[in-house]
């Protein structure tokens, strides 16, 4: 009998149809070599390749990797691993079977995500979820949630990515911009063909995209359960890094390229539904709105804003992107009626679009930081003000939220300072998160860049 949260995903595994529709896949497809994979604290994908026979196996007993490896098996600069140190335990991973699928590139390999929980040998704790697992985080915050409001989140994204190599050179007069060109895309023709053909096969319902600046592409998909939009996430950038190897040139998801080039975000576009309905719409009517409980939600995804950019903007090159005011990205905390110079945007009826997490984010995390913020919002009744007028890089931020953080050591402060966040991902996941991000700040910090080569070689005397 089940005794533990780990035992009960196995006998799911095992005792559910789901492992013979698996296995069945396997051998009517020829299917030699399995990926079970999970996702770090910063968005990189890990995990282990074994012969695909095995995935019965594995699908009871799961495989076991340094727990370290939630933070990238990454030092400090004083040398100590984070995340536990070298003779941390092991954590057990085991797959989420109903996310098998066949890598359409080489239909010889699968892939399969995982959650992680802690291994069965502890004295204490055993079979228990491993804190520092960001997808698991957003599967627990997402299910109470559900099971408190009867709510889910929907979510689609909008990733953008910068592509570079032959063939992909931008032209256009400096004073206008390539957005929408047609000529681009089409040069970049042999991306788009593969990228929704490889996405459409692993199950991502690829819909409108376009070419947005220089090398810059977006292509998005339907919207969804706000944890298989976090999958699909991260399996379109898998997609695009394999059609970058393939084509010979270079993909990247890195949130501002270079000064003065729109920066890559992804735009996390969301609604909560209830039995069915979209509860930030009021049915029948055709103006612009946002219902009551919309806007307390609202209230909350403001008030938390802040202290959630450590997750929405992850990165030191994060911040460079909401510096370079008029490339559409958001300086001030605030809201408006269809403007994209807010930071949360109602672009459609029901839908509001938060414009502050990059390309690099970690989907999981940023769910789960906007349902909580979310939910306090519903819970307190929090009122988001009125919507902003005209451009929001002119007049000052809305006194009632915090401003936003303009680089990473503000944002782990801002984080640090708000007990709603912290308590949404965990003290482990919290302290670990906040001691990766304050030591890739001190190494920035304590680097020599380009333009102070450049500022200050010849400056003196």
Same mark, same amino acid.
């Given at each position: 009998?089940?005794?533990?949260?780990?035992?009960?995903?196995?006998?799911?595994?095992?005792?559910?149809?789901?492992?013979?529709?698996?296995?069945?896949?396997?051998?009517?497809? &020829?299917? =030699? %070599?399995?990926?079970?994979?999970?996702?770090?604290? +910063?968005? @990189?994908?890990? !995990?282990?390749?074994?012969?695909? *026979?095995?995935?019965?196996?594995?699908?009871?007993?799961?495989?076991?990797?340094?727990?370290?490896?939630?933070?990238?098996?990454?030092?400090?600069?004083?040398?100590?691993?984070?995340?536990?140190?070298?003779?941390?335990?092991?954590?057990?991973?085991?797959?989420?079977?109903?996310?098998?699928?066949?890598?359409?590139?080489?239909?010889?390999?699968?892939?399969?995500?995982?959650?992680?929980?802690?291994?069965?040998?502890?004295?204490?704790?055993?079979?228990?979820?491993?804190?520092?697992?960001?997808?698991?985080?957003?599967?627990?915050?997402?299910?109470?949630?559900?099971?408190?409001? &009867?709510? =889910? %989140?929907?979510?689609?994204?909008?990733?953008?990515? +910068?592509? @570079?190599?032959? !063939?992909?050179?931008?032209?256009? *007069?400096?004073?206008?911009?390539?957005?929408?060109?047609?000529?681009?895309?089409?040069?970049?023709?042999?991306?788009?063909?593969?990228?929704?053909?490889?996405?459409?096969?692993?199950?991502?319902?690829?819909?409108?995209?376009?070419?947005?600046?220089?090398?810059?592409?977006?292509?998005?998909?339907?919207?969804?359960?706000?944890?298989?939009?976090?999958?699909?996430?991260?399996?379109?950038?898998?997609?695009?890094?394999?059609?970058?190897?393939?084509?010979?040139?270079?993909?990247?998801?890195?949130?501002?390229?270079?000064?003065?080039?729109?920066?890559?975000?992804?735009?996390?576009?969301?609604?909560?539904?209830?039995?069915?309905?979209?509860?930030?719409?009021?049915?029948?009517?055709?103006?612009?709105?946002?219902?009551?409980?919309?806007?307390?939600?609202?209230?909350?995804?403001?008030?938390?804003?802040?202290?959630?950019?450590?997750?929405?903007?992850?990165?030191?090159?994060?911040?460079?992107?909401?510096?370079?005011?008029?490339?559409?990205?958001?300086?001030?905390?605030?809201?408006?009626?269809?403007?994209?110079?807010?930071?949360?945007?109602?672009?459609?009826?029901?839908?509001?679009?938060?414009?502050?997490?990059?390309?690099?984010?970690?989907?999981?995390?940023?769910?789960?930081?906007?349902?909580?913020?979310?939910?306090?919002?519903?819970?307190?009744?929090?009122?988001?003000?009125?919507?902003?007028?005209?451009?929001?890089?002119?007049?000052?931020?809305?006194?009632?939220?915090?401003?936003?953080?303009?680089?990473?050591?503000?944002?782990?402060?801002?984080?640090?300072?708000?007990?709603?966040?912290?308590?949404?991902?965990?003290?482990?996941?919290?302290?670990?998160?906040?001691?990766?991000?304050?030591?890739?700040?001190?190494?920035?910090?304590?680097?020599?860049?380009?333009?102070?080569?450049?500022?200050?070689?010849?400056?003196?005397?």
């Amino acid at each position: 009998m089940a005794t533990s949260a780990l035992d009960h995903h196995r006998e799911d595994n095992l005792r559910g149809d789901q492992l013979q529709h698996v296995l069945s896949t396997i051998k009517e497809q &020829g299917v =030699e %070599l399995d990926y079970s994979q999970s996702v770090t604290n +910063t968005g @990189r994908v890990l !995990g282990k390749v074994m012969p695909a *026979r095995h995935l019965e196996r594995v699908a009871g007993k799961g495989i076991q990797q340094h727990r370290t490896a939630a933070a990238n098996l990454q030092s400090t600069r004083e040398g100590v691993l984070m995340g536990g140190g070298v003779n941390a335990a092991e954590y057990t991973a085991l797959p989420d079977l109903d996310t098998f699928a066949v890598l359409p590139w080489d239909t010889r390999m699968a892939r399969v995500f995982c959650r992680l929980y802690e291994p069965d040998h502890l004295a204490e704790g055993a079979g228990t979820p491993y804190a520092c697992d960001s997808r698991g985080v957003l599967r627990r915050v997402h299910a109470d949630f559900t099971e408190r409001t &009867g709510l =889910e %989140l929907r979510s689609g994204t909008e990733p953008e990515m +910068t592509w @570079r190599g032959p !063939g992909l050179e931008a032209s256009f *007069r400096p004073e206008s911009s390539p957005a929408y060109h047609i000529e681009h895309l089409e040069r970049g023709r042999p991306i788009v063909q593969k990228v929704i053909a490889y996405a459409q096969a692993m199950g991502l319902d690829m819909i409108e995209g376009d070419y947005e600046d220089a090398g810059q592409f977006e292509l998005n998909w339907m919207f969804d359960h706000a944890d298989l939009t976090a999958d699909r996430l991260v399996t379109y950038r898998q997609v695009c890094k394999q059609v970058a190897r393939e084509l010979g040139v270079e993909a990247s998801f890195m949130p501002k390229p270079a000064t003065g080039m729109m920066g890559n975000g992804c735009h996390h576009n969301f609604s909560l539904w209830r039995d069915g309905v979209n509860v930030l719409a009021d049915p029948g009517r055709a103006d612009l709105h946002l219902s009551e409980e919309g806007r307390w939600a609202l209230g909350g995804v403001l008030t938390h804003a802040a202290a959630s950019m450590l997750v929405f903007g992850s990165t030191v090159n994060s911040y460079k992107r909401y510096w370079d005011a008029g490339q559409f990205a958001p300086s001030k905390i605030n809201w408006g009626l269809d403007n994209k110079t807010c930071t949360v945007r109602l672009s459609a009826n029901g839908r509001l679009e938060l414009k502050l997490p990059d390309a690099a984010v970690n989907p999981y995390l940023s769910h789960a930081l906007l349902i909580a913020a979310c939910a306090e919002g519903l819970a307190q009744r929090t009122d988001p003000g009125e919507p902003w007028q005209g451009s929001s890089y002119d007049g000052e931020q809305d006194a009632r939220f915090a401003a936003l953080p303009l680089t990473l050591g503000a944002a782990i402060e801002a984080f640090e300072a708000d007990p709603l966040m912290r308590e949404t991902l965990g003290p482990d996941l919290a302290d670990l998160l906040v001691e990766y991000k304050r030591d890739e700040w001190a190494r920035f910090c304590g680097a020599v860049t380009d333009w102070e080569q450049a500022t200050y070689w010849e400056d003196t005397p």
